[in-house]
Antibody
């Protein structure tokens, strides 16, 4: 069965970096795009962008350029989200989400979420 | 950027029908997807491409889309349907390309 398993919660100080992993199983990793979605505490869903799992080419949404980096390790079917120069407002749950079909725009499987807390 | 507008809350008695709307400029020309999110859990896709259901989603969940409004309809509502519901579209002309509505809290009375 398809599973996306994310790394555990992180507590970081402002200015630090964090790397969240999303390990896929149960399907061919390179056949589906991987997206990232942020949910701040008590707020709605916010799309951060996606990465082409064939080429490794990332696309970032407005507001997620510069400090945010999507990457892959296809040998272990894992996608990564790295955030640098963390700020308090980066505190959120971060989800990876598989796109059902390339360019379909809908997400059929989601990771369980990774809570990143930024606090001094 | 493209904006999707949802009512903050909808309440319905068990066994009744819940309708959750998602408003957007000419949204009928786009494909709309719906997600259910229960507290502390990841979102779950319940309707995609306006009205298709993923496998495992009950037939009680249905969708429609026309004009400036898309609607998620939940028939014979159960206590377990209580959750936040989000609509979402992909719009190549917008930045960001993917937009979520603000979410609707469905309360089962």
């Amino acid at each position: 069965q398809v599973q996306l398993v994310q790394s555990g919660s992180e507590l970081k100080k402002p200015g630090a970096s964090v790397k969240v992993s999303c390990k896929a199983s149960g399907y061919t990793f390179t056949s589906y795009a991987m997206n990232w979605v942020r949910q701040a505490p008590g707020q709605g869903l916010e799309w951060m962008g996606w990465i082409n799992t064939n080429t490794g080419n990332p696309t970032y949404a407005q507001g997620f350029t510069g400090r945010f980096v999507f990457s892959l390790d296809t040998s272990v079917s894992t996608a990564y989200l790295q955030i640098s120069s963390l700020k308090a407002e980066d505190t959120a749950v971060y989800y990876c989400a598989r796109e059902g079909v390339y360019s379909s725009g809908w997400y059929d499987y989601w990771g369980q979420g990774t809570l990143v807390t930024v606090s001094s | 950027s493209y904006v999707l507008t949802q009512p903050p809350s909808v309440s319905v008695a068990p066994g009744q029908t819940a309708r959750i709307t998602c408003g957007g400029n000419n949204i009928g020309s786009k494909s709309v997807h719906w997600y259910q999110q229960k507290p502390g859990q990841a979102p779950v896709l319940v309707v995609y491409d306006d009205s298709d259901r993923p496998s495992g989603i009950p037939e009680r969940f249905s969708g429609s889309n026309s004009g400036n409004t898309a609607t998620l309809t939940i028939s014979r509502v159960e206590a377990g349907d209580e959750a936040d519901y989000y609509c979402q579209v992909w719009d190549s002309s917008s930045d960001p390309n993917v937009v979520f509505g603000g979410g609707t809290k469905l309360t089962v009375l």
